[in-house]
């Protein structure tokens, strides 16, 4: 059974850093891509970066390029997002999930497990 448990979310103000890690079981997580994407109230929810199996390629929103790095270690089954330089247009809920393939894509839809999520707020 699938498991993603995201977990390094909290206040921050703005110019901070967070580092979001999650952590997966049940499949073999070193065969398959991870994504991040973000949910903020009253908003859809948003791809925010994608790491290959490998963690050789890696994807960003064009918002957050620059700000967030991820990366993962397929040793520990983690995934990581180092945030930088946030902003209040960063506070969301922030998933991780599962690529149904070795490749990220920003498409939800190629996506098929899911974390429970993480609040991440900017604020002063």
Not at 6 to 23: A, D, I, K
Request: hydrophobic share 30%; charged share 20%; with cysteine.
């Amino acid at each position: 059974q699938v498991h993603l448990v995201e977990s390094g979310g909290g206040l921050v103000q703005p110019g901070g850093s967070l580092r979001l890690s999650c952590s997966a079981s049940g499949y073999i997580f070193s065969n398959y891509a991870m994504g991040w994407f973000r949910q903020a109230p009253g908003k859809e929810r948003e791809f925010v970066a994608g790491i290959h199996w490998n963690g050789v390629t890696t994807n960003y929103v064009e918002s957050v390029k620059g700000r967030f790095t991820v990366s993962r270690n397929n040793a520990k089954a983690t995934v990581f997002l180092q945030m930088n330089s946030l902003e209040p247009e960063d506070t969301a809920v922030y998933y991780c999930a599962k690529g149904r393939k070795w490749r990220d894509s920003s498409d939800s839809q190629t996506y098929d497990y899911w974390g429970q999520g993480t609040q991440v707020t900017v604020s002063s």
